[in-house]
């Protein structure tokens, strides 16, 4: 089955922990990207990569970091996590990044809590 | 920074009404694609349409798109309790990004 699997589903951390989310697609997508969403706020793109080893930033990416080694996989790294990062988090990838091609297949998502 | 503004909020309607929601966006674009949310899952993508397009038919759903008004709006014709979600505009220009706005919450009771 074509999937976005994110795991964990659901973490409970403390401030400073570093954690990391990881991301994997079966669908030979080139184009991956993290979104937050926060009630009232919608969907905020924090990084995306078009490629392997192509990464850059989207609107809210302080407090974050990701990695493209390998096609399939697109972590999401949180150095230091800060209570304001507590929030749901969405990988989802498309077959490119070009506009008109870029419909998104969304992770069930991770619920992030930072005490 | 968000580009698309939906409208309402949040709608609740009985089964088999109709349902509008409205999107709009302030600045040019390639595509505009609707999603669908439930609660606390991932977004499920339902239509995209061209910039050069004015409907899109598919199913129950209805995409209208006026560039001249920077805005689109989404028809489900003769709703369920199941089409009970959050539905999401999202806009993509010519690079890359697509940004998604705040959404409506549909409620469809029996």
């Known amino acids: 089955e074509a999937q976005v699997t994110q795991n964990p589903r659901y973490l409970i951390t403390v401030t400073g922990k570093k954690l990391t989310v990881t991301c994997s697609q079966n669908?030979?997508?080139?184009?991956m990207s993290w979104y937050r969403q926060d009630p009232g706020l919608g969907l905020r793109q924090i990084y995306y990569?078009?490629?392997?080893?192509?990464?850059d930033k989207g609107d809210v990416p302080e407090g974050y970091k990701v990695s493209r080694k390998e096609k399939r996989n697109f972590p999401l790294i949180l150095e230091s996590p800060s209570p304001n990062q507590t929030s749901l988090y969405f990988c989802a990838s498309s077959l490119t990044g070009t506009a008109g091609a870029n419909v998104l297949t969304f992770g069930a998502g991770s619920r992030l809590t930072v005490l | 920074s968000q580009q698309g503004e939906e409208d309402p909020q949040a709608l609740s309607i009985q089964e088999g009404e109709n349902a509008t929601m409205n999107c709009s966006y302030k600045?040019?674009?390639?595509?505009l694609q609707w999603y669908r949310q439930n609660s606390g899952r991932g977004l499920v993508h339902l239509i995209l349409i061209r910039s050069n397009e004015r409907e899109k038919h598919s199913g129950r759903l209805r995409v209208t798109l006026d560039t001249s008004k920077k805005s689109s709006s989404l028809l489900i014709t003769a709703s369920r309790a199941a089409d009970t979600a959050s539905y999401f505009c999202?806009?993509?220009?010519?690079?890359?990004?697509?940004?998604f706005g705040t959404g409506t919450r549909l409620q469809v009771t029996l």
């Open positions: 669908m030979n997508h080139e184009y």
């Open positions: 600045t040019s674009i390639n595509n």
């Open positions: 999202a806009t993509s220009g010519t690079a890359s990004k697509l940004t």
């Open positions: 990569s078009m490629n392997v080893e192509v990464t």
